[in-house]
């Protein structure tokens, strides 16, 4: 086989690949598949609001449990078990915009345009992103940093997310262990980190 043909070839696998329904490539630097909410099973929302966007914040979370996930399947089936648990809590969703495997597989959530409930007072202003596995100690792998990274960057390509947004940890904001001091360590090191005291200007109320 020639190398144009090789190429052709594997155009055409990738187009019949997205065609028939599976997770999508996105990010340019960093590509990663994107889990639709249709792929990882997801029941229907009923907690549905608009997100005024793009947002000014950009909120990293751990969950603690479930623990990592390390393949696509654990992964959608912690995907599952996290909507199951805020639905029992009348959230009427998963409460996070995407999740992360260790995999390096992102995961929808809300999606870019919804509202979410994952952090208090900043839910009006702020993407939740979570980063699937206990962080405390344990650093998150590789991909799982470099896919969160790309997944901010899709966002402010798409602009849901403004790209002089400020990054904070979960604890940062409310009294919580979220998400961990090992990854709150790493994002502490990650452009537009921001440390400054969360204040909720009242003229965007
Ligand atoms: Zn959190």
Known sequence: MSLSCAF?????AIHVYLAIGCPQL????APYLLYSREDWGAVHATDIHPLKTPVPYV???????????NSTQQC???MKSMQNYHNSLDWGDIGYHFCVGSEGGAYEGRGWHNLGIHAGPVNNYSIGICLIGDWRVEQPPREMLETTKSLINTGILNGAISPTYKLKGHSQIMA??????????IISKWDHYSEEQFVINKKDN
């Open 26 to 29: 996105y990010g340019v630097q």
């Open 59 to 69: 909120i990293i979370h751990h969950t603690y449990l479930p623990a990592a996930c």
């Open 176 to 185: 919580t262990e979220c998400p961990g001091t090992a990854l709150l360590d």
């Open 76 to 78: 959608k089936a912690a």
């Open 8 to 12: 052709t070839t594997l155009v055409l």
